[in-house]
């Protein structure tokens, strides 16, 4: 049965490393620690990932969704509203988030330092990759790291052009501002952050 993330008592080891499907990760890939949860088309990267986010419901739609939710055989977790759209045959999702109504999101470019979390959901403001961070950092990692979670351009790893058409000047998807006041926020909690490739967001670059 599937269970709510926030309900169920689940806790994210120490180290989580995000994996997204942005191209500027391609070179860390090898590099990548002991616990990887993989986001959105990331899921296709060949690295061992223990787990797998999807947050928007359309992803039924891509090419890659419906043949990984087949394949995969890690830990899911998928938004409740794409819960509810996938195919009946295949395996259940570990876990299930709700997402804070769209209605209701702004894009925190005010004076204030950062967005504080949402009890019982997550934030969809900054793409899934947002949500991956805002989840493990809410469930108990005390080490983030990203792979792969450019923000800016519109292809993939593999050359495909991404789904994502969020991008405003110089191609820096509009995501942005969001995930960077939830990086302080983060690091306002004592929990640190950093990527290993080149990103647009406001975060150190690690050759780790």
């Keep these: 049965m ?11 080891p120490n180290r989580v490393d995000i994996l997204a499907p942005g191209p500027q990760g391609k070179a860390c890939w090898g590099r990548l620690g002991p616990w990887v949860m993989a986001v959105n088309k990331g899921i296709e ?4 990932a223990d787990a797998w986010m999807v947050a928007d419901w359309w992803a039924v739609k891509t090419e890659w969704f419906p043949k990984m939710d ?7 977790f998928y938004s ?15 876990y ?5 109504d769209g209605r209701k999101c702004t894009f925190p470019l005010g004076s204030a330092p950062y967005v504080e979390p949402i009890p019982d959901v997550l934030r969809p403001d900054g793409s899934v990759s947002a949500c991956a961070i ?6 108990g990692a005390k080490e983030i790291v990203l792979c792969g979670v ?5 292809i993939y790893y593999d050359g495909n ?26 690091k306002a909690q004592g929990i640190e952050i950093y990527s290993m490739s080149p990103t647009a967001l406001d975060i150190e670059v690690r050759n780790v």
């Excluded at 990267?45 to 061992?48: A, L, S």
């Excluded at 299930?96 to 804070?100: E, F, H, P, R, T």
């Design 70 to 76: 087949r394949e995969y055989e890690g830990m899911r």
């Design 134 to 139: 805002e989840a493990v950092a809410r469930l």
């Design 45 to 48: 990267i060949p690295v061992d």
């Design 161 to 186: 052009p991404s789904s994502s058409t969020d991008c405003t000047h110089n191609g820096v998807w509009a995501f942005a501002p969001f995930t960077n006041s939830l990086i302080k926020w983060v």
């Design 150 to 154: 450019d923000m800016f351009g519109n």
């Design 96 to 100: 299930s988030y709700k997402l804070l």
């Design 2 to 12: 599937t269970q709510d993330i926030f309900a169920s008592g689940f806790k994210f």
């Design 80 to 94: 409740e509203g794409l819960v509810s759209k996938r195919a009946g045959d295949v395996a259940i999702a570990d």
